[in-house]
């Protein structure tokens, strides 16, 4: 006599993952830091350099202020992408967060002169690209949980 076991698929199961404040706030914060505290609220201080790394063809490569903080916020957008992938219950709220940034992201950027910088925009858009990727990705998923037949 031989028994059937069912197991759930993998991307049946969920699992409760521990809360994570959306990442991509670091790099805002930092932002709102230096901007106003040491840059005196404007914009062109991103410009200015960090380091120089020598290349093997003879010319330095110049990393800026904002290059350094762009770096930070790609991390940020790609640990947010793989956090995305969590079907837990958290996941809602942590995308509500992560539409909450977005829009306070938004708001600086048309009010504030200190966030009038490409820097910022891009860093915007890392923004609203975790908002559509999270939502994307939990619509997918919750797709493939839903077993018809």
Do not use: Q
């Not at 199961?13 to 790099?27: A, D, E, H, K, S």
């Not at 995305?84 to 938004?106: D, K, P, Q, Y």
């Amino acid at each position: 006599m031989t028994e059937t076991v069912y197991m759930p698929t993998p991307h049946a199961t969920r699992r409760n993952g521990t809360f994570i404040p959306p990442l991509l706030v670091v790099p805002f914060v930092l932002y709102n830091i230096v901007a106003f505290l040491f840059f005196g609220g404007s914009p062109a201080g991103w410009s200015n350099g960090l380091f120089t790394i020598p290349m093997v063809s003879g010319t330095p490569w110049a990393i800026t202020a904002g290059d350094f903080l762009l770096v930070i916020g790609i991390v940020c957008l790609f640990i947010e992408v793989l956090k995305s992938t969590n079907a837990g219950r958290s996941s809602i709220v942590e995308h509500m967060l992560s539409m909450v940034l977005f829009v306070a992201f938004l708001i600086e950027f048309l009010l504030a002169g200190a966030a009038s910088s490409s820097v910022f925009f891009l860093l915007m858009v890392m923004a609203l690209i975790d908002v559509v990727a999270g939502f994307t990705v939990s619509i997918t998923s919750a797709g493939r949980d839903v077993t018809m037949g």
